[in-house]
């Protein structure tokens, strides 16, 4: 003997129950909503109207004056990482490489695919900087020394 189980048409009765206990306590779930999100529910829920721009000029800015020519520097962040930066915006122009504890000494690691980095130097900056990989830092080989080498090697500063 086989049964044949099929789906009934329509919404299950548990669902329907469901639904009518939400709709006939709906104002309670929404002081609710409004008492825990301090208002934010009702808010949310609202339809938001933009403000029409009659009568303004709106100008956006941007790409009609002449960006300033970089200035580079090299610097250490707090956090170990050796960037060369814009002195004008602050901004990070590229990442060099890191200083990493090993065994105890703090040594530079340029960031390379050797030394397992996923974006490396470009070629010329791994030449310029083949000999200062690995270089240990002590108290009297301090990470603004490390940055006026690596500095003086790339041509900046």
């Known amino acids: 003997m086989v049964e044949i189980i ?3 048409d329509g919404p299950r009765r548990e ?16 002081k609710l909503a409004d008492q825990i999100s301090g208002g ?20 956006v800015g941007g ?6 020519e970089a200035m580079p520097s090299i610097h250490v962040t707090l956090n170990g990482r050796v960037i060369s930066k814009d002195q004008n915006t602050g901004r990070q122009l590229h990442h060099i490489g890191d200083i ?9 690691v340029m960031a390379t695919k050797q030394n397992g980095f ?22 009297a080989y301090t990470e603004e020394q490390l940055a006026a080498d690596i500095g003086a090697k790339l041509g900046i500063d």
């Open 6 to 8: 099929s789906k009934r």
């Open 15 to 30: 669902d329907v129950q469901v639904k009518r206990l939400i709709e006939q306590n709906r104002s309670t779930i929404v």
């Open 118 to 139: 996923f974006s490396p130097v470009d070629a010329t900056v791994a030449e310029a900087l083949a000999g200062m990989d690995g270089s240990r830092l002590t108290a």
């Open 40 to 59: 934010g529910y009702s808010a949310s829920r609202k339809p938001r109207q933009e403000p029409k721009a009659e009568g303004l000029i709106i100008h």
């Open 100 to 108: 990493r504890n090993r065994d105890g000494d703090h040594v530079f």
């Open 63 to 68: 790409g009609s004056a002449p960006a300033a």
